[in-house]
């Protein structure tokens, strides 16, 4: 049974960092390419990160880029997203999920985890 289970988020003041984690069960993580999304009230759900399977390429949106990074350990079934320099705007639930070409980041999602809630203010 594939599982994802996201961890790490909370409250933060503008500026601050969080690392979220994603730990996977019930699939070989390396077989896999992770995303991570967000969905905030009222907005469209957006993609922020991926990690590909075939060759570890990652992929960013502008919105992101240079804040955020993704990475895998997968001796630890677990994928991080670090992010860095936050902003009110970061504020949503953040969830992890398998990529529906398994191998490549496509940002259309098969399998994701409960989320965790990241709150950007001071």
């Known amino acids: 049974q594939v599982q994802l289970v996201e961890s790490g988020g909370g409250l933060v003041q503008p500026g601050g960092s969080l690392r979220l984690s994603c730990e996977v069960s019930g699939f070989t993580l390396d077989d896999y390419a992770i995303g991570w999304f967000r969905q905030a009230p009222g907005k469209e759900r957006e993609g922020v990160s991926c990690?590909?399977?075939?060759?570890?390429?990652?992929y960013y949106p502008d919105s992101v880029k240079g804040r955020f990074t993704i990475s895998r350990d997968n001796a630890k079934n677990t994928v991080y997203l670090q992010m860095n320099s936050l902003k009110p705007e970061d504020t949503a639930v953040y969830y992890c999920?398998?990529?529906?070409?398994?191998?490549?980041?496509?940002?259309?999602?098969?399998?994701w985890g409960q989320g965790t809630q990241v709150t950007v203010s001071s």
């Open positions: 999920a398998t990529d529906q070409t398994q191998y490549y980041c496509s940002g259309l999602y098969d399998d």
């Open positions: 990690i590909a399977s075939s060759d570890g390429g990652t």
